[in-house]
């Protein structure tokens, strides 16, 4: 099933450049703060249209992986390869990359004082230069996405939770990012509003959006995942598919990970 992810070979970085398929390399990254390591090693893929589920206990280093992946944080050692291209190489390309990245976090972290259509027109507006009313026909529309088409002019305040979430979704969407990158974002959610972030996630993993999702909603995983990545540690412990994951073949430590959650 899963080959060693931690052993890549010196000279991998090279042979992954430019291979075809794959949206998202990671390969043998390593992160540390201070004295701690906390990322030893770490090589994941994303397919074109791949949704991975990644899971791992608290403070086993999945966001900061994934802040590695959007370029907020610098990697200290390995590379990551993006449309083949290696991202980690040359930091002036960040914004340039980040654009091309969602990123949906456990807070949602909204602009208080912007209604949710500004929210998701402010992007497209500042960094693409759209016009305001071009703008607010994505909005429009991807407010309608998101399932709730009535609410372009809400403020954050005025929004449940789960809504406030699903507005962040959007937000990200107008963008027309190539990878969604989600950080637990449902686990700071009352357990009604889970469901409806979810279904959202699932509908646009299904038409092919290629996304890398911190959860332990393994509801979500069953449904979404095209492989599951349980990390522990900082180290990558184990890659399967969904298939295999759910069929029972996991190894012992993700078991039982996997039997404190469920
Ligand atoms: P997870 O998302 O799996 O809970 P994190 O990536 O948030 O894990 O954190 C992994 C470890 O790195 C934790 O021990 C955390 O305290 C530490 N850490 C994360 N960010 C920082 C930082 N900016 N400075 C110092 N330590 C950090
Ligand atoms: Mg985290």
Redesign the pocket.
Known sequence: MSADQTAVPPNAAASHAGREGKLLEIVGIDKSFGHLRILKRCSLDVARGETVVLIGP?GSG??TLLRCVNLLEPADGGDIFFEGANITADLKNAPRIRRQIGMVFQNFELFQHLSAAENIMLAPMKVLGLSRADAHDIAVDLLGKVRIPDKADAFPDELSGGQQQRVAIARALAMKPKLMLY??PTSALDPEMIREVLDVMADLSAEGMTSLV?THEMGFARRAADKIVFMESGEIVETASSEAFFGGSVNERARHFLDQIL
């Open positions: 608290s999945k966001s950080d637990e911190v």
